[in-house]
């Protein structure tokens, strides 16, 4: 069984339309992220929820948006794609703020 | 905020050959973590280790709290262990909790 997963592995898009990738884990975990990979392979966090609050929120821009229906679950939404935002985006989760923590699959985006 | 960094960058073995990673990190922290990035991207879990020695098969970690550092031992390495390996410590400050990566350790295994 597929402990974090993700969807769509790849999307590509145009310029200024919005795009949402989803995220499940089945971990039973109270803790989700998401976190950015950029072409240098550099991680950097961008959300995270613990038991559906948002419990940090980086510098990322406001068209970056993540919705969690449930605990088991947290989608990222983007508004008016742009160039810049090409990377690959990865969703984790942990029990707690400090629990191991699990990867997704990971989603590449690629902007045009 | 903490600072992670990560020798040596890239490291090329020959199949069999033993390899040692290290972090090294600025502040204390509760727990550390170690994770491989495969080729074709996965980022696997290896090791939460927030002190003391962990054994996975060909694969052991340490971390030395109270000197702010963590190694990660391969033995025996194979062409399957290519790839980037990434320690991460939490951080929190200013009301903000994030794990922490460092930029990684590029392992290339040759046959």
């Known amino acids: 069984d597929t402990a974090v997963s993700q969807t769509p592995k790849y999307l590509v898009t145009q310029m200024g339309n919005d795009k949402s990738i989803k995220c499940e884990q089945n971990l039973g975990h109270d803790t989700m992220y998401w976190y950015k990979q950029d072409s240098k392979k550099f991680l950097k966090i961008m959300f995270s929820?613990?038991?559906?609050?948002?419990?940090i929120n980086e510098t990322v821009p406001n068209r970056f948006s993540p919705k969690s229906p449930d605990k088991a679950h947290l989608n990222l939404h983007i508004n008016s794609l742009e160039l810049g935002d090409s990377a690959v985006y990865f969703c984790a989760s942990s029990q707690g703020l400090e629990g191991s923590t699990y990867f997704g699959p990971g989603t590449r985006l690629t902007v045009l | 905020g903490i600072q992670v960094e990560q020798s040596p960058p890239d490291l090329i073995l020959q199949e069999g050959a033993n390899s040692t990673l290290r972090c090294n990190f600025s502040?204390?922290?509760?727990?550390l973590q170690w994770f491989h990035q495969n080729p074709w991207g996965q980022l696997i879990n290896l090791f939460y280790?927030?002190?003391g020695t962990k054994q996975n098969g060909r694969l052991s970690a340490t971390t030395v709290a109270t000197e702010r550092y963590s190694l990660l031992y391969i033995s025996s390495s194979q062409t399957t262990d290519s790839g980037v390996y990434f320690c991460a410590v939490p951080y929190s400050g200013a009301g903000s909790y994030q794990l922490t990566f460092g930029k990684g350790t590029k392992l290339s295994v040759i046959p």
């Open positions: 280790i927030p002190s």
């Open positions: 929820y613990n038991n559906k609050e948002l419990i």
């Open positions: 502040d204390s922290v509760n727990n």
